[in-house]
């Protein structure tokens, strides 16, 4: 299977780039498409569409999850056109992909796709894309084939097959997840196998004022003024050895912020909920010391701490395949997907 979200790439090799589409001056042609489109705008930063009423460069997702009108896309185009153009360029090129790796497969009859979409999308969009997708045949021609998954739900089912056994049916856990300067909180319910409630309660803890959850190390090289030390630096190639202090230093706020917020929301949750097993989710938990801190943080005394540190890219792809195994995408993508790592 070749993955699909909200950004991918379009030559071999690219994995990520952006859902950005160029169009000619009256919309009628694709120009490019992704990453080249970000490439050509930052080689001409003065914008050549500066006297048009419409720009000819449109972020594809960006306009699709907009709650304002169309007001500002031009006539020539709407929403649905906008989406069916871009994922009628990726078609080709997962098409082409599935044919290099997997020889004798047949991309439209025997492929199906899973979309990893906003947990605030609703049946219009995930219709909209299953529409575009079909019209163009390429990919996919039965809209049997055509899943979605919300992004929460997919992390909640890899948290849940990466450790299985700490949750019985009827127990309330929560996912703790970090994106640059927000600690996120989602509590969910343990229903049956692979079967979630509703999100019970979703909270965010923002940092205003800062650009990230940690301390940038580069920024604070990089305003060093001690020339010599600088020089030191690059004979070093930028490499600093981190000696406890520093870990601590850099570590131990977010620690103390993680406890805080968690307490609270346990403290302002309802009487009859108590959550047997906090996942933390993320990159940011490979860090072996920060990892020992949260397993020394008191919250409630039958609370299981659970670490999960992949990458959100394969915590995704994990859930989104145990989101498939119980219906008729799995023979197919069982295989692909197990391929794909």
Not at 51 to 65: A, K
Request: aromatic share 10%; net charge negative.
């Amino acid at each position: 299977m070749v993955r699909f979200v909200f950004r991918e790439g379009q030559e071999k090799g690219i994995i990520r780039s952006p859902a950005i589409i160029e169009y000619n001056d009256d919309y009628t042609k694709i120009i490019r498409w992704g990453t080249p489109v970000l490439q050509q705008l930052k080689n001409d930063p003065d914008n050549p569409n500066e006297d048009s009423e419409f720009p000819r460069e449109i972020c594809t997702f960006q306009v699709f999850n907009s709650e304002q009108e169309d007001n500002w896309l031009p006539p020539e185009l709407s929403r649905k056109k906008l989406i069916s153009d871009y994922l009628s360029e990726i078609q080709k090129v997962i098409v082409s992909t599935i044919q290099e790796n997997w020889t004798g497969v047949k991309p439209s009859q025997e492929t199906g796709v899973v979309f990893i979409v906003p947990d605030k999308w609703g049946p219009t969009y995930c219709n909209i894309l299953s529409q575009c997708l079909l019209e163009n045949r390429l990919l996919c021609d039965n809209k049997e084939n055509i899943q979605f998954i919300s992004r929460g739900k997919a992390i909640a089912l890899n948290c849940l097959s990466e450790n299985k056994g700490v949750l019985k049916y009827g127990d309330y856990f929560l996912i703790v997840e970090i994106d640059r300067d927000t600690i996120n909180l989602t509590a969910r319910e343990y229903m049956s196998e692979n079967t979630l409630d509703e999100i019970h309660d979703r909270k965010g803890d923002f940092k205003e004022n800062s650009n990230s959850i940690l301390p940038s190390l580069k920024e604070l090289i990089l305003s060093l003024k001690n020339e010599n030390l600088k020089t030191n630096l690059e004979l070093n190639k930028w490499c600093v050895e981190l000696d406890l202090k520093l870990i601590a230093d850099l570590f131990d706020p977010l620690s103390d912020r993680l406890q805080r917020f968690i307490n609270t929301k346990f403290k302002d949750e309802d009487e009859y909920i108590e959550y047997s097993v906090i996942f933390f989710v993320g990159n940011i938990f490979k860090s072996d010391y920060l990892v020992q801190k949260i397993k020394k943080l008191e919250f409630s005394k039958n609370v299981k701490i659970c670490i999960v540190p992949n990458s959100e890219n394969l915590i995704l792809l994990n859930g989104a395949l145990e989101f498939v195994q119980d219906n008729t995408l799995y023979p197919v993508l069982t295989s692909l997907l197990r391929r794909a790592f």
